[in-house]
């Protein structure tokens, strides 16, 4: 045994340092690439507070609750169990970008505990989850749209949802940043 370690230690060592580290080269490339695509980075923005943010203004101008029991939920058809949380966006685009566009982002809403988010839902808009909407609001940004207009942004939520939520908007151009906008 003493011979083999003698004849195969120093590329047994070799293979030893060289593995973990090719590891460690390929991985991290790739975790670092993963955080620069992902929201990963909040910018809290307080109740009331309009902010500047990949190439616009942004306020929530309202935000209203309405239970499945009641008689607007039951008139906007939500589930058995659920709430619908309606969040109405004043978006002031800036200047467009080189190809005459407004920035495009994407809501989601978040259940916080504390400074932790619990829970995430999706926009309505895109959910698969069937209810009334109002027919004339502008349910998500558009890039056509240069001058300032309003979105109203739906999610349905579980009736045990707590009071406490924040909307995450993200702009593509800003990752891994994203707007963390309190209700």
């Known amino acids: ?86 969040v109405t966006f004043l978006v002031t685009p800036g200047e467009p970008d080189d190809e005459g566009k407004s920035p495009y982002c994407m809501f989601r809403l978040q259940e916080l505990d504390g400074s932790d988010v619990s829970r995430t839902f999706g926009d309505a808009a895109l959910d698969p989850i069937s209810h009334k ?13 240069l001058d300032p207009y309003r979105v109203e942004s739906t999610f349905v939520v579980p009736a045990d949802t707590g009071d406490t939520l924040a909307v995450k908007l993200e702009v593509e151009s800003e990752l891994p940043r994203f707007l963390q906008l309190t209700l």
Do not use: H
């Open 1 to 86: 045994m003493r011979l083999w370690w003698r004849r195969n230690g120093i590329p047994v060592a070799i293979i030893a340092v060289l593995l973990p580290a090719t590891v460690f080269i390929t991985f991290s490339t790739e975790w670092a690439t993963y955080n620069t695509t992902r929201a990963v980075e909040p910018v809290v923005v307080d109740r009331g507070d309009t902010v500047a943010f990949g190439g616009a203004d942004w306020a929530v101008l309202n935000s209203e609750r309405i239970a499945g029991g009641s008689a607007e939920g039951i008139d906007a058809e939500l589930p058995a169990g659920a709430d619908l949380v309606v």
């Open 133 to 145: 909407t109002n027919p004339t609001a502008v349910a998500s940004c558009t890039t056509d749209n």
